[in-house]
DNA sequence: CGTTGGGTTGATCGACCTCAATAAAAGTGG
DNA sequence: CCACTTTTATTGAGGTCGATCAACCCAACG
């Protein structure tokens, strides 16, 4: 098995490699980027964020693509810049968990752990600056702000997760799927403006395997919801017509 | 509900009051604390933590008593010496999900947020350190590897959020309950020598809200690990006699 | 003792899962 | 642009795991 694991680890290295697509130079402008403020970035002067871009890579993967995988080394950290990104966790029969989805603004590697704690696949184009996770390290040790956002961040990261447990633990099925909309909505709006319409990148399969419920009770969820005129399906999202109605399904 | 909600905060901190008993000036020593090394107070000196010393109030909650209430302003953070302690959310029906068991060495305030994100109650007796939270942050600003530390306990706290999500999204009953007892006994294993025997400070209806299940499934799959010679019920705890066979159940 | 809180066990129920069929959408290649 | 496949989504019928409801046990304790 431990030989078989190291080929795994090169092939998935390959493979990802493949799917990467190339550079884009201009795009790695750190000073004019959409997300920094929204990013560990915002705790940065212009000149830090200078010494930063040293050290990033500006890089993108195509949609289905492989980010890294669980248990492989973590030799790397990403702040994504667009797209999404769905993090998960396989047990060995096949089941899985998805513990997140990163939008643009979020960092992938907070537990700068050696190994990866879960698998992340991009579901659109997505792009991000990469860091090699010892020169991030070190920098977080020369400037205790950027040290502190980072836990201020890996803190918010652990309230979701709690929030998350509620939902996993307590809740019914329309419930979860109500959440999962309300809190979608949430991360969206610090994006877009536009707050109603509710971009779903991710399938069926996805939000239930995030819930912990199967493609057929989210679909038949939706449905009802939209049969109750509480949302709208469109294609690739839904759209909110009763906010408070939905709100009130998941109140706490 | 506002008034109502301040009065409810003021009644609470009564009944805090109330049940924590007196401090104990002589076990105040961090010099030879047996959890410093568990808990944050091991990123520090010999000197620095004579520092923190001088912040922190030692102090102690009989069993059934609470700590803090979740959306309370948190003005205190709190490390855990000795005893179990709950930590849980409540919905406003009544529903209620356990976030985690803090041990002695775990750090309460992680999040170091103006609100608890949850509500805390001692389980057994429980002697803490109390710091105030602003006096506890203006240190974490002066001494980095004291951040460093805390940005370690934190990811090292949504590792194991992440973990819980599987668990509470993905495992049968029955796996729920074996994955309990093998999470707990590698965090007693930290604290005491012995490993087979595993206290259960808590009761079903806590374990059952740990894992999204209720106290007749926990008590059912206790039994029946019991009566497939896997663990033995003990007064206050179980312990294990098929340690491999238990393990192979939550196998990843 | 009687009371109370926790624990166990059994019988029944139902929310969600499983299995199956179909529909709709998105590629794919000619 | 149109057949064809593949993937994703929806809907229905039936089954099951864990919840619910209920009874009972037992130890702690005033």
């Known amino acids: 098995m431990d030989i078989e694991a190291v080929s795994d680890v090169a092939s998935a290295v390959h493979q990802q490699a493949a799917h990467q697509c190339q550079k884009d130079p201009l795009s790695h402008d750190c000073a004019h980027c959409r997300v920094r403020n929204l990013s560990i970035c915002g705790a940065l002067t212009d000149e830090e964020v200078n010494v930063l871009d040293k050290i990033s890579r500006s890089m993108c993967f195509?949609?289905?693509?492989?980010?890294?995988?669980?248990?492989?080394?973590?030799?790397?950290?990403?702040?994504?810049?667009?797209?999404?990104?769905?993090?998960?966790?396989?047990?060995?029969?096949?089941?899985?968990?998805?513990?997140?989805?990163?939008?643009?603004?979020?960092?992938?590697?907070?537990?700068?752990?050696?190994?990866?704690?879960f698998s992340a696949d991009a579901l659109t184009h997505v792009t991000v600056c990469q860091f090699s996770r010892t020169a991030f390290s070190a920098m977080l040790e020369q400037k205790p702000h950027f040290l502190r956002?980072?836990?201020?961040?890996?803190?918010?990261?652990?309230?979701?997760?709690?929030?998350?447990?509620?939902?996993?633990?307590?809740?019914?099925?329309?419930?979860?799927?109500?959440?999962?909309?309300?809190?979608?909505?949430?991360?969206?709006?610090r994006l877009n403006a536009t707050s109603v319409h509710i971009p779903l990148p991710m399938t069926r399969q996805d939000i239930g395997d995030f819930l912990g419920l199967t493609v057929e009770t989210v679909s038949r969820m939706l449905t009802r919801l939209a049969r109750e005129k509480t949302i709208v399906i469109v294609p690739d999202g839904v759209r909110l017509l009763d906010v408070a109605r939905i709100e009130s399904m998941v109140e706490n």
């Open 62 to 117: 195509d949609a289905r693509s492989t980010l890294f995988e669980q248990d492989e080394p973590a030799d790397v950290v990403y702040n994504i810049t667009s797209g999404s990104v769905r993090l998960y966790k396989l047990l060995p029969d096949g089941r899985r968990q998805i513990v997140g989805f990163a939008l643009p603004g979020d960092f992938l590697g907070l537990a700068l752990s050696e190994k990866n704690m």
């Open 149 to 189: 956002r980072l836990l201020s961040m890996t803190s918010h990261e652990l309230t979701l997760a709690q929030d998350q447990m509620v939902i996993l633990g307590r809740r019914t099925a329309e419930e979860k799927v109500a959440a999962f909309l309300i809190g979608l909505r949430k991360r969206w709006a």
